[in-house]
């Protein structure tokens, strides 16, 4: 059927047409099953000759022609599943680029040898040799490049079931619609407009490449050749120029598969980061844990051992009881912050609620006394005015005992005497400020600019996720935290306040 349907303008009554598209069924057909593709190849060359060109170089010369062009088309394939063993064609603009050198070098070759023996058994003159070899290169060429890669698409289950889920789209039978349009308007006066209106059928190519990658690209191009050359034929539109017809066809389909390879590799590149930032966020939600559970886990710890003197003394009183309560809090602390925080990394969800700015501070500031009072640490904390904040209160809490962590380690560098930490919250403009400060060295320019960057830490056994952590926690309650650069530790984040205190 291709072979009827291309054998338009055909030089001297041989296959020498501007389009060839059987070639790259063949191809494809080898591609597949590799040497056994010979046989089938050479009868459906043998039968063409015979039922549409009426074997013009008699048997002997339909046998000659059919064998050399199935050697030499067996050989291009061969080379192209070797060469590309691997690698996935109309993917990269690596492998696009390689296929095309290959289409381009091959089909010339075989054009070269192909004419010569069309020469030598006399069909085609020898003063005509170079416009031949031309012509049959350039129309293989073009139907290799035309039609290919929609067939090798064709030819895989995956391939298969990606065009027909892109070809029932209303977006496809869009672009389908408008080529049939633009075809339609440009043969109503084929044979006098000279291509001159032909570049209105880049409009269809570049929408479907630009939505649908190689797919559409691969579609369009297909449709929009077929119909073309099945005009020329229905119209016999004889004086059409074939090098414009041979170069439009060449065009069309390398912008079209050019463009749909840049946007299947850009999609390709979205969904590996999306890939790198969902195992990075999970990375960082294990590293929030591990941060964030220390605390109580080091508090389970210290609790048991407290029972175990306790019960070595025979003490079954109010201390036991209190020490295993105690142990049991910590528990459930520690379960509802992995609960949490798998939330908020996972969906982004929070557990809003209405906290007064004073029971914020005083809840986490209590956690910390006792560590402050072991390192001899003066700790200040500034009255809190009457504002209320909606937050997810273990979050925020989160991020006050990071800032306060980080401020003990900050000051335990300090000589005794010099150490101390000041909590403040306060109304600025309406909204809820918190300022942690610390005796501590404080922070460079150099240091403040890379705080917040994943695994960047000023403590050796840091973590450089603990910042991160909270900056996250703190923008998406619709705030910001930021640290100062000074001569000592300033570190403060603002979240929205409601207008009623506590």
């Not at 906290?355 to 500034?382: C, D, K, M, N, S």
């Amino acid at each position: 059927m291709f072979d009827w349907l291309s054998y338009v303008e055909p030089l001297h009554g041989l296959n020498i047409t501007p389009w060839n598209p059987d070639t790259a069924l063949g191809l494809v057909f080898w591609l597949v099953i590799g040497p056994r593709a010979a046989l089938p190849w050479f009868l459906a060359l043998v039968a063409g000759d015979v039922l549409v060109r009426g074997m013009p170089g008699g048997p002997l010369g339909t046998v000659l022609t059919a064998g050399w062009l199935t050697c030499a088309y067996g050989l291009l394939g061969e080379t192209l599943r070797r060469v590309l063993e691997g690698a996935s064609l109309f993917t990269s603009r690596r492998s696009f680029y390689q296929w095309l050198a290959l289409v381009a070098a091959g089909t010339m070759l075989n054009a070269l040898f192909h004419i010569s023996l069309l020469a030598w058994l006399g069909l085609v003159p020898w003063q005509d040799w170079l416009r031949a070899v031309w012509r049959f290169g350039f129309g293989d060429m073009v139907g290799v490049v035309v039609s290919m890669p929609l067939l090798l698409k064709l030819s895989t289950a995956e391939g298969r079931a990606r065009l027909r889920a892109a070809t029932w789209k209303p977006e496809t039978l869009g672009y389908l619609a408008l080529a049939i349009f633009v075809l339609w308007a440009v043969f109503g006066y084929i044979v006098t407009s000279e291509f001159k209106h032909f570049y209105f059928l880049f409009l269809p190519l570049i929408w479907a490449a630009s939505r649908q990658g190689v797919h559409g690209a691969a579609l369009v191009v297909f449709v929009l050749q077929l119909a073309i050359v099945t005009l020329v034929k229905a119209n016999q539109a004889d004086n059409i120029t074939v090098s414009e017809l041979q170069l439009l066809d060449a065009v069309l389909a390398l912008v079209g598969f050019f463009i749909g390879i840049v946007v299947d590799e850009r999609r390709q590149v979205a969904e590996e980061l999306k890939q790198t930032l969902r195992l990075a966020a999970a990375g960082e939600m294990a590293a929030a844990l591990a941060h964030e559970l220390n605390q109580p886990m080091t508090a389970l710890a210290v609790y048991g051992k407290a029972c175990e003197h306790l019960l070595a003394r025979g003490e079954t009183g109010d201390l036991l009881r209190n020490a295993i309560g105690q142990m049991i809090n910590e528990s459930a602390r520690a379960a509802e912050v992995v609960r949490r925080l798998r939330d908020f990394f996972r969906t982004g969800a929070m557990q809003l609620e209405t906290v007064g700015a004073g029971a914020l501070l005083a809840g986490i500031v209590q956690q910390f006394r006792p560590q402050f009072h072991e390192y001899g640490v003066q700790l200040t904390v500034a009255p809190a005015p009457a504002l209320a904040v909606q937050v997810d209160r273990l979050q925020i809490e989160l991020v006050l005992r990071n800032l306060l962590a980080n401020a003990l380690d900050a000051v335990r560098a300090r000589p005794a005497g010099q150490r101390s930490i000041t909590v403040v919250a306060e109304n600025v403009g309406g909204r809820l400020r918190f300022t942690v400060e610390d005796s501590g060295a404080g922070l460079s320019e150099a240091a403040a600019a890379r705080l917040f960057e994943p695994f960047v830490s000023t403590k050796a056994s840091g973590m450089g996720l603990g910042l991160v952590l909270s900056r996250a926690i703190v923008e998406a309650h619709g705030g910001t935290l930021w640290a100062e650069v000074a001569a000592h530790g300033v570190f403060r984040f603002i979240l929205p306040a409601l207008d009623s205190g506590e």
